[in-house]
């Protein structure tokens, strides 16, 4: 008989195929589909077609590389960096207003410019949320029914971060961090009167930010009829559908969009899905929407299968957000929400977007394959997340 292998050596984790084949053939979909839509801008502008494409390689290579070593390391060592992170990602959300440091573009200041990327506080900030939260709520437990402490520190902390991206001017990535907050708190089991209360009380305040502010207000007018507001606010959304109708079923091949040529603007970063749809058609939305489908449903059942309570609500918090950011982006795209200025997860352009969530998505493979650590430890009988 043949002794048992030993415990001291770790065997690697073992990612869910599935979700990783997922994450993985976006990530290059999104590679092609950057080119295609900024190849000519780029060369127009900035005499060099690859321009984008390059940095899009460099943010990948590098969240690549983060994404397998979040793999290695496990999501349970990353629990008590939790709060410190937090912490980091605040000091930088204020670092980034400093004047000389921040960097302006399109009207906000949102961007640390770090030579070859630029590094987008807030898009970490999602990440950091959902890990601070995550552990808090696993921490907590049978408390979470008491609203001094399982609501209303959540709600404090995500208020400030929300405050700092309104900040920025980025009301797309402040919805994203409500949307977090509010379905791990409900899955964490805190009353939904609770919830439903916070809603009506912040309602007024979230149309003063859209009402009192011009621009906003514009969106959300030029939504309700975009081709009454072709030439101005509704210019965006017009060619956004105009675009998607001209892919019809199979589309017009790679490379053959017209939209990319100076009709839409934000082709490869906001307005990248109605690229897809343009040049892919229909089938191609439809496995693009597939593939999301399929990384949401593995997450989910990564949160189901996690080991521990900490494990659950990452995997929880992670999936909501790939999966409600690609929805948020995807709505805007088919005009079904006013325009938000939220990346399509792993498709867009945007290097911070993309290292922040192949980040993400090893930490979710984490939970899904390694159990949290180098060692699958097998689950006790009857004892769930």
Known sequence: MSPPPSRSKAALPSPDPWLLAAVLLL????????????????????????????????AAGLGLALLLALVRIGYRRLEPLAVPLLLAVLGALLLVQVPGVGRMAGGARRWIDLGVISFQPSEAAKVALVLYLAR???????????????????????????????????????????????????????????????????????????????????????????????????????????????????????????????????????????LVSEETGLVGTALLLLLFGLLVWRGMRSAFEASDAFGCY?????????????????????????????????????????????????????????RGGFLRAPRAAGVGP
Not at 242 to 264: D, P, T, V
């Open 27 to 58: 990530t290059g979909f999104g590679l092609v589909m950057v080119y295609s839509a900024s190849a000519v801008l780029a060369d127009a502008k900035l005499h060099d077609q690859f321009y984008f494409l390059k940095r899009q390689l460099v």
């Open 136 to 274: 808090s709520l696993a921490r907590k437990k049978e408390r979470m029914r008491i609203f001094s402490i399982g609501f209303l520190p959540h709600l404090l902390v995500t208020g400030l971060l929300v405050m700092l991206v309104l900040w920025e001017r980025d009301f797309g990535t402040a919805v994203l961090l409500v949307l977090l907050l509010f379905a791990m708190l409900f899955a964490a089991g805190v009353p939904v009167g609770y919830l439903l209360g916070a809603v009506l009380l912040a309602a007024p305040v979230a149309w003063k930010l859209v009402a009192g502010t011009p621009y906003r207000m514009e969106r959300i007018v030029a939504y309700l009829d975009p081709f009454q507001h072709r030439d101005k606010a509704g210019y965006q959304l017009v060619e956004s559908l105009l675009g998607i109708g001209n892919g019809g079923l199979a589309g017009q091949g790679l490379g053959e969009g017209k939209s990319k040529l100076f009709y839409l603007p934000a082709a490869h970063t906001d307005f990248i899905a109605t």
């Open 314 to 370: 990452l995997a929880l918090g992670l999936t909501t957000l790939l999966g409600a950011q690609a929805l948020l982006n995807l709505a805007v795209a088919f005009g079904l929400v006013p325009t938000k200025g939220l990346t399509l997860p792993f498709v867009s352009y945007g290097g911070s977007s993309l290292m922040t969530l192949l980040a993400a998505a090893g930490i979710l493979l984490s939970v899904g394959g390694g």
